[in-house]
C-alpha cells in the first residue's frame, strides 16, 4: 500500500483532536477561570531510503534521503495566561491578579483552581460552589462568624469582619504558587491537582500570602474569566478543517493510484 495512505490517515487523527480541543475552548468561552488548551504536533519516524555519506576517493558526501510516515500528537497544552476581570461587586467573588491559585480542600485531598466565586455554608465556612472549603496561608478552614455585622477581603488576602466588639481579622487566604503550572492535571469543575511535575518542592510549601514571593493580589468584587479568545479559535478551527480536508484529499489521490494500479491488468 501507499505510504502517503498511511500519512494521510495519521494526519485526519491529529486534525480531529485538534477540533476537540478548539471545541472544548469554545465551550469553555464564559467558564469562570477557565485556561485555554493548545494541541501541538511532531513528524513521526521517517524511512531511511538512503543513509548519509561522507566524502570518500573521487566523490564528496551525500545528505541521507529519508521518506516521512505522516504526523503524531505531540502536547496538549494548558495556557495560564491571565483572564480578563468582570466587576460583580460581590465580596465573595474574588480574583487573583498575577500568578497563583487558590487552595480549597474535599475531604483528605487538596484541590487548586483560579475560579473565585466563593460561598458561605450554614456554619460560616468560606466554601466553592461545589462545597470544597478555601483554605487560608496555614492549610485550614476560613469561618465567618456568626455574630459578624459585615465582612471583607484585602487585596493581600486579609478576611476582615464586623463584630459588635469591634473589627477583626479571621484568617487570610493562601495562594499556590507552581513553578510549572502548565503541570497541573485538570480534574473537571475549575479544579486542578497537583502532579510531581507542577513544582520543583513536590508540594510543599506552596501555601503563601498574596502580593509575596511573586503571588498575585487579590481583587474581591471581580471574577477572572476564561482567557478563551474565540476570534483566535475561529481562526484555528478553519485551520484545522482545512488541514483535515488536505488529509482526506491526499486518501483519495492515493486511491486513484491503487485503482490505476489494478486497472493495468486489464
Do not use: C, W
Request: glycine share 12%; proline share 3%.
Amino acid at each position: 500500500m501507499l505510504r502517503s495512505m498511511y500519512a494521510g490517515v495519521s494526519g485526519m487523527k491529529g486534525m480531529q483532536t485538534k477540533l476537540d480541543v478548539i471545541g472544548n475552548n469554545i465551550a469553555n468561552v464564559n467558564t469562570t477561570g477557565y485556561k485555554k488548551g493548545r494541541v501541538t504536533f511532531q513528524d513521526m519516524i521517517s524511512q531511511t531510503v538512503s543513509p548519509a555519506q561522507g566524502p570518500a576517493g573521487n566523490l564528496g558526501g551525500m545528505n541521507p534521503s529519508q521518506v516521512g510516515l505522516g504526523a503524531q500528537l505531540g502536547t496538549v497544552d494548558n495556557i495560564h495566561t491571565q483572564g480578563n476581570n468582570q466587576t460583580t461587586n460581590r465580596p465573595l467573588d474574588i480574583s487573583i491578579e498575577g500568578d497563583g491559585m487558590f487552595a480549597v480542600q474535599e475531604g483528605t485531598e487538596t484541590f487548586y483552581t483560579r475560579a473565585g466565586n466563593f460561598y458561605l455554608d450554614q456554619a460560616g465556612d468560606i466554601v466553592t460552589g461545589s462545597g470544597q472549603y478555601l483554605l487560608d496561608t496555614a492549610g485550614d478552614t476560613i469561618n465567618i462568624p456568626a455574630n459578624a455585622e459585615s465582612f471583607s477581603v484585602q487585596t493581600n488576602g486579609q478576611v476582615q469582619v464586623v463584630l459588635p466588639a469591634g473589627a477583626s481579622s479571621v484568617g487570610t487566604i493562601g495562594i499556590a504558587q507552581f513553578s510549572n503550572p502548565a503541570g497541573l492535571e485538570k480534574v473537571g469543575s475549575n479544579m486542578y491537582r497537583h502532579t510531581d511535575n507542577a513544582d520543583a518542592d513536590n508540594g510543599n510549601d506552596l501555601l503563601g500570602a498574596p502580593s509575596t514571593n511573586g503571588r498575585g493580589s487579590l481583587v474581591s468584587g471581580s471574577l477572572e474569566m476564561s482567557n478563551v479568545d474565540l476570534s483566535e479559535e475561529f481562526t484555528e478551527m478553519i485551520t484545522a478543517q482545512r488541514g483535515f480536508q488536505a488529509n482526506t484529499r491526499i486518501i483519495t489521490t492515493s486511491d486513484e493510484i491503487l485503482q490505476e494500479l489494478v486497472n493495468l491488468k486489464r
